[in-house]
């Protein structure tokens, strides 16, 4: 966005039906009875929405807020407690990975401002348009503009060779699967994004596809709860190597890290559960290694071990049609496809026996009878 664009106010907000009779000092703070612009602006409040959106926006949107401080948007809960379980129990360490984790893991969250009136900080903000509020946050100026370089590339097509998601063809916008109750938090604290309770699944739209008169129930039926359905209709997609975070000659966090690639990879589910029970998923390469914060102590992640660098992930690239389920042998007997200990670096192999596949666990070639 050029600079004009994203600082600008425009007057329509005194047209704003729900917002427009607010003064700015309302929210923002400052001083509008003095003269002087400098000390008027005294005590100004860039985003009065974080980290407590009740402040100013509770008594309006109490039903949304009350949650607030429980959204993953704002706790990004699942970075500490990745960090805290590979730092392992020592006070010490945690008291480390807690200065990491605000310098390059906190600065990402976002806010009810972020969304709905600007975009995060994390992506040098400006207004959505002139302070007008967005009910519906714009897809590419929020959604896609912190979730870009794998979310976004993936869902729009943009990876090399890769076509885009079938439900972006069809138009569809990430609230659609993402609504504002999963967004805006629930009544209790998640570990994760999959945790949620009303995070999305695939059966919510598709509930059919085991009914007996529908197409191709057969093989969902025979694959239900033993692959994800991202087993099936998922394309490569972008994962991430080795990442070094640090403090620059200037004071600037920042962090190193080498190339990613394009891979597909299916391995055992390491998140097996009531909602989740699919013996397989498919699993992405984080940013992470045994060495990331050791710019910060020697002894950092003590427990690495303890979580897996190949997790389970839920591309945004669906195909109704895929390279692995053209036929059943496109999948089955296809080691090429399996995440196995050959494809693991061997500082990593302690981390992943769980999600490897052992080679005479990757499902049987059918026989040519049995496939037709």
């Known amino acids: 966005m050029a600079p004009h664009e994203k600082i600008f106010v425009d007057s329509d907000i005194l047209e704003d039906e729900n917002h427009g009779n607010i003064e700015c000092h309302t929210c923002h703070g400052g001083n509008p009875g003095d003269p002087n612009w400098k000390t008027a602006h005294k005590g100004v409040v860039k985003d009065p929405t974080y980290p407590d959106a009740g402040k100013v926006c509770g008594d309006c949107h109490d039903d949304i807020v009350k949650n607030y401080g429980k959204s993953l948007h704002v706790t990004l809960k699942p970075f500490k407690t990745a960090l805290y379980k590979r730092a392992g129990s020592d006070k010490a360490i945690r008291k480390k990975m807690d200065?990491?984790?605000?310098?390059?893991?906190?600065?990402?969250?976002?806010?009810?401002?972020?969304?709905?009136?600007?975009?995060?900080?994390?992506?040098?903000?400006?207004?959505?348009?002139?302070?007008?509020?967005?009910?519906k946050p714009p897809m590419k100026l929020v959604c896609t503009a912190c979730h870009g370089s794998r979310i976004g590339k993936e869902y729009f097509g943009e990876n090399k060779d890769m076509k885009p998601d079938v439900h972006y063809e069809k138009f569809m916008k990430c609230e659609k699967c993402h609504a504002g109750t999963e967004m805006h938090g629930g009544d209790k604290e998640y570990k994760n994004r999959y945790a949620v309770d009303n995070g999305p699944m695939c059966i919510n739209c598709h509930k059919k596809i085991y009914d007996s008169n529908s197409k191709n129930a057969k093989t969902h039926t025979i694959h239900r709860d033993k692959a994800s359905c991202y087993v099936c209709h998922s394309q490569p997609y972008k994962n991430c190597t080795s990442?070094?975070?640090?403090?620059?000659?200037?004071?600037?966090?920042?962090?190193?890290?080498?190339?990613?690639?394009?891979?597909?990879?299916?391995?055992f589910n390491p998140m097996r559960s009531k909602k989740r029970p699919e013996?397989?998923?498919?699993?992405?390469?984080?940013?992470?290694?045994?060495?990331?914060?050791?710019?910060?102590?020697?002894r950092s992640l003590v427990n690495f071990n303890s979580v897996p660098t190949w997790k389970m992930t839920?591309?945004?690239?669906?195909?109704?049609?895929?390279?692995?389920?053209?036929?059943?042998?496109?999948?089955?007997?296809?080691?090429?496809?399996?995440?196995?200990?050959?494809?693991?670096?061997?500082?990593?192999?302690?981390?992943?026996?769980?999600?490897?596949?052992?080679?005479?666990?990757v499902p049987e070639r059918i026989s040519e009878m049995r496939d037709r």
């Open 99 to 135: 200065k990491v984790f605000k310098n390059h893991c906190s600065t990402c969250h976002s806010s009810c401002g972020q969304c709905h009136i600007s975009r995060p900080n994390s992506i040098d903000g400006g207004f959505l348009e002139g302070h007008l509020f967005q009910r």
């Open 314 to 361: 839920t591309p945004h690239n669906i195909r109704r049609k895929t390279s692995q389920n053209k036929s059943c042998n496109s999948c089955h007997g296809n080691e090429s496809l399996f995440l196995l200990k050959k494809d693991v670096v061997d500082s990593e192999l302690k981390a992943n026996e769980s999600v490897i596949v052992p080679v005479d666990k």
């Open 279 to 298: 013996k397989f998923s498919v699993l992405r390469h984080i940013p992470v290694c045994d060495s990331t914060c050791e710019y910060y102590t020697k």
């Open 243 to 267: 990442c070094h975070v640090s403090i620059d000659t200037r004071g600037i966090p920042c962090y190193k890290s080498k190339a990613s690639w394009m891979a597909f990879k299916i391995g």
